[in-house]
């Protein structure tokens, strides 16, 4: 699962949630915008969020930002990973992260890159995201 879009792939992410390392970064970045820390304080490894869809997680994100009176301008994200190739699922994966953030996603940047052969990302081992996003406070 990356940005939403259920990858067919010989390997998969592990983690807690669905471990969906796209939609973790871009609630990492709201958070941290926020100054309200990261994922797993709000969302610990409890029975209560196992297997949970990162896109009800950022869904939760999208309206503690709400709440705020802050509302999402843009977001900007990589991906590192070797394989599989994701520039197919780069419109589907748009579309799955503006729709809890209430943006169009001609607002939501999603770029891939790989490792090279460098790490444990280029060594196909592991996939890597970060998430920069800009938010405003409503008047």
């Known amino acids: 699962m990356i940005g939403g879009v259920n990858i067919e792939f010989g390997m998969g992410l592990d983690g807690h949630s669905d471990a969906d390392v796209l939609v973790h970064a ?3 970045a709201v958070l941290g915008a926020l100054g309200l820390g990261d994922l797993g ?13 990162s896109l009800e997680l950022l869904a ?5 930002m709400s709440e705020r009176g802050y509302r999402l301008v843009n977001a900007d994200c990589t991906i590192n990973a070797e394989r599989p190739k994701l520039s197919v699922y780069r419109q589907m994966m748009k579309g799955n992260v503006a729709g809890p953030l209430g943006v169009p996603p001609e607002r939501i940047s999603i770029k891939a890159t790989r490792g090279e052969g460098l790490g444990p990302v280029g060594e196909g081992l592991a996939i890597a995201a ?3 996003v800009l938010l405003v406070k409503e008047d």
């Open 60 to 64: 939760a994100v999208a309206g503690m």
């Open 26 to 28: 871009v609630c990492d």
């Open 41 to 53: 304080e709000h969302f610990p490894e409890t029975a209560e969020f196992e297997g949970i869809s």
């Open 130 to 132: 970060r998430a920069v």
